[in-house]
């Protein structure tokens, strides 16, 4: 049953046998036992994808509420001394993972040596589902109403630029400047199209399209880009970036005009049941994020 609902979660028989570590010949041979023993067709196989059948659909949807049941049981009877156990797949902002998480994973494991994390790092918006990933961490407003969320901190932005770039191009003083001024493009995974710039005055929220040379959609190359001079950028400067300011590379620009913080959000598939140890993870990462997110009293200044 297990190895039915990945194959039918990931839609393939080869991803199935990945994630699960097991040969795909024995991925195969349960899904055919399977529908051997129930005497039905659960999946539908092409060239191309794996889909499930009416009656697959049917009998997964039993089966998430019995291996969810099955989990519960175990957790609840199971050796307190041993601690939760298995594996948590997790998705996270590059910077995220690598100035935050990572950073704090060796205390974690401290805590709870039986559990292992599947860490993927990008800043592309993926499929939880199509992916089999338990929980993700999303910075910005959520679009998906697919998914469930629990809102766990915000990320303050800045407007910056690199010392070489205000040498050659001037320092912006107000929004009204901005339109003799290059901004580096951070585009869209799910619309392909650069994110506006926005900025709060007299308390009310505007964007403004920004001409750029450059457009990325990775955080590490929007920030090389504007430490190479590129143009302006604008977004959360966490523990990672935090030197670059000090040290004078990045140089913080417009600071009466910033953009509104920015939601930080654990995501799971609605519907889901959450194993005691992908619980126990989200609740660790939500205050590990806390207590780097502290609330922060905000003052809007009007423009001189």
Same mark, same amino acid.
């Given at each position: 049953?297990?190895?039915?609902?990945?194959? !039918?979660?990931?839609?393939? +028989?080869?991803?199935?046998?990945?994630?699960?570590?097991?040969?795909?010949?024995?991925?195969?041979?349960?899904?055919?036992? #399977?529908?051997?023993?129930?005497?039905?067709?659960?999946?539908?196989?092409?060239?191309?994808?794996?889909?499930?059948? /009416?009656?697959?659909?049917?009998?997964?949807?039993?089966?998430?509420?019995?291996?969810?049941?099955?989990?519960?049981?175990?957790? #609840? @009877?199971?050796?307190?001394?041993? %601690?939760?156990?298995?594996?948590?797949?997790?998705?996270?902002?590059?910077? $995220?993972? $690598?100035?935050?998480?990572?950073?704090?994973?060796?205390? @974690?494991? !401290?805590?709870?040596?039986?559990?292992?994390?599947?860490?993927?790092?990008?800043?592309?918006?993926?499929?939880?589902?199509?992916?089999?990933?338990?929980?993700?961490?999303?910075?910005?407003?959520?679009?998906?109403?697919?998914?469930?969320?629990?809102?766990? %901190?915000?990320?303050?932005?800045?407007? &910056?630029?690199?010392?070489?770039?205000?040498?050659?191009?001037?320092?912006?003083?107000? /929004?009204?400047?901005? !339109?003799?001024? #290059?901004?580096?493009? +951070? +585009?869209?995974?799910?619309?392909?199209?650069?994110?506006?710039?926005?900025?709060?005055?007299?308390?009310? $929220?505007?964007?403004?399209?920004?001409?750029?040379?450059?457009?990325?959609?990775?955080?590490?190359?929007?920030?090389? &880009? &504007? $430490?190479?001079?590129?143009?302006?950028?604008?977004?959360?400067?966490?523990?990672?970036?935090?030197?670059?300011?000090?040290?004078?590379?990045?140089?913080?620009?417009?600071?009466?005009?910033?953009? /509104?913080?920015?939601?930080?959000?654990?995501? @799971?598939?609605?519907?889901?049941?959450?194993?005691?140890?992908?619980?126990? @993870?989200?609740?660790?990462?939500?205050?590990?994020?806390?207590?780097?997110?502290?609330?922060?009293?905000?003052?809007?200044?009007?423009?001189?």
């Amino acid at each position: 049953m297990r190895i039915f609902a990945r194959v !039918a979660q990931l839609r393939s +028989f080869t991803k199935a046998a990945e994630q699960m570590q097991l040969p795909r010949p024995s991925v195969s041979g349960a899904i055919q036992y #399977l529908e051997t023993h129930l005497r039905v067709r659960l999946l539908q196989r092409t060239t191309r994808r794996v889909a499930l059948t /009416p009656e697959g659909a049917a009998y997964h949807e039993r089966c998430m509420q019995v291996l969810a049941d099955i989990d519960d049981a175990e957790a #609840l @009877f199971a050796d307190v001394a041993a %601690g939760p156990r298995g594996v948590v797949r997790v998705d996270l902002p590059e910077r $995220l993972a $690598l100035h935050v998480v990572i950073p704090a994973l060796p205390a @974690f494991f !401290a805590r709870y040596p039986d559990i292992r994390v599947v860490l993927s790092a990008t800043d592309r918006m993926i499929d939880l589902i199509e992916e089999g990933v338990d929980c993700a961490v999303r910075v910005g407003n959520l679009g998906d109403t697919t998914l469930v969320a629990r809102r766990i %901190g915000e990320f303050e932005q800045l407007n &910056c630029a690199s010392r070489g770039y205000i040498e050659k191009h001037g320092l912006p003083r107000t /929004p009204a400047d901005l !339109a003799d001024h #290059l901004a580096v493009g +951070f +585009f869209s995974s799910r619309s392909g199209r650069d994110l506006d710039w926005e900025y709060e005055e007299h308390g009310e $929220l505007k964007t403004l399209a920004m001409r750029s040379a450059v457009s990325v959609n990775s955080a590490h190359a929007y920030i090389g &880009c &504007c $430490l190479a001079g590129l143009g302006l950028m604008q977004g959360p400067i966490g523990k990672g970036e935090a030197p670059l300011l000090e040290s004078g590379e990045l140089v913080e620009v417009l600071k009466d005009w910033k953009a /509104p913080p920015l939601p930080v959000s654990v995501v @799971f598939p609605h519907g889901r049941h959450l194993a005691p140890r992908v619980r126990i @993870f989200v609740d660790w990462i939500a205050q590990l994020i806390a207590a780097t997110t502290p609330a922060r009293k905000r003052t809007r200044q009007t423009a001189k």
